[in-house]
C-alpha cells in the first residue's frame, strides 16, 4: 500500500513539474532571456542579484550578504541584503527592446535590436531616473548601507565592448538617491561570469 501511496505522490509531483513548465514555455519570451524566469519575478530578481555578486567577488569587490528578495507587494526595494554590516536596498530593471521581443514572438528570431550610442545611453538614463524617483517608497527602512540599482541585460548586441564603449561618456543625471548604479550583462564565455560596469 506504501509503495502506491509512494507512486502516487511521485505522478502527482510529475504532474505539477510538468504543469510548471508548460506555464513558463508559455510565458517565455525567447528573446534576450538569460536572466529570465518566466514564472517567478522574485526568482529572476534574485538571479540577478546572485550573478552580480558572483562578479563582484570574482573581481574581488566588497560584495554582498544575506541577500533576500523582499517579494511582491513588498516592493520596492526589489531584494535587500547587508554590506558590511548595514542593510542595503536593491531594485533591479532589465535594459531590453519591447519591438525586439515582439518580433521575436512573430517569428522574427533574428531580428535583434540594434543599440546606437544615444538610444542606449537614453534608455539608461530613463531606467536611472525611474528608479531613482522611486526612493520615497522604499518598503523596510532605513536602509543605511544606500540604495543600489542594478540594471541588466541579454540584448545580443551589447557585448561587453560595446556596452564599454556606449559608457565612456555617459553622464550621469537624476541619481540622487542612489549610492550605486551597477549595469550587468549576461555571461561572457571568455571571462566565465557575468561582466559588469559600476556606473556610481
Not at 534574485?46 to 567577488?57: D, I, Q, R, T
Not at 550610442?117 to 526612493?135: C, D
Request: glycine share 6%; charged share 30%; hydrophobic share 40%.
Amino acid at each position: 500500500m506504501d509503495d502506491l501511496h509512494d507512486w502516487k505522490m511521485d505522478k502527482e509531483k510529475e504532474q505539477a513539474i510538468a504543469a510548471s513548465m508548460k506555464e513558463a514555455r508559455e510565458k517565455a519570451r525567447g528573446y534576450a532571456d538569460f536572466f529570465g524566469w518566466a514564472i517567478d519575478r522574485d526568482c529572476e530578481e534574485l538571479g540577478v542579484v546572485y550573478s552580480l555578486n558572483e562578479s563582484l567577488e570574482m573581481s574581488g569587490g566588497l560584495a554582498f550578504a544575506d541577500i533576500q528578495s523582499r517579494g511582491r507587494g513588498n516592493d520596492p526595494p526589489d531584494c535587500e541584503a547587508v554590506v558590511s554590516g548595514q542593510r542595503v536596498a536593491i531594485e533591479i530593471t532589465e535594459l531590453v527592446s519591447g519591438d525586439a521581443i515582439r518580433a521575436y514572438k512573430a517569428g522574427l528570431t533574428y531580428k535583434w535590436a540594434r543599440w546606437s550610442k544615444t538610444s542606449f545611453q537614453a534608455a539608461v538614463s530613463e531606467l536611472i531616473a525611474r528608479k531613482n524617483s522611486r526612493f520615497p517608497a522604499l518598503q523596510g527602512a532605513p536602509y543605511t548601507g544606500g540604495y543600489v540599482l542594478v540594471i541588466f541585460t541579454d540584448e545580443p548586441l551589447l557585448d561587453r565592448n560595446t556596452v564599454a564603449d556606449y559608457l565612456q561618456d555617459f553622464e550621469l543625471r537624476d541619481s540622487d538617491n542612489l549610492t550605486d548604479i551597477y549595469f550587468l550583462i549576461s555571461y561572457d564565455t571568455e571571462l566565465e561570469r557575468c561582466p559588469f560596469f559600476k556606473l556610481k
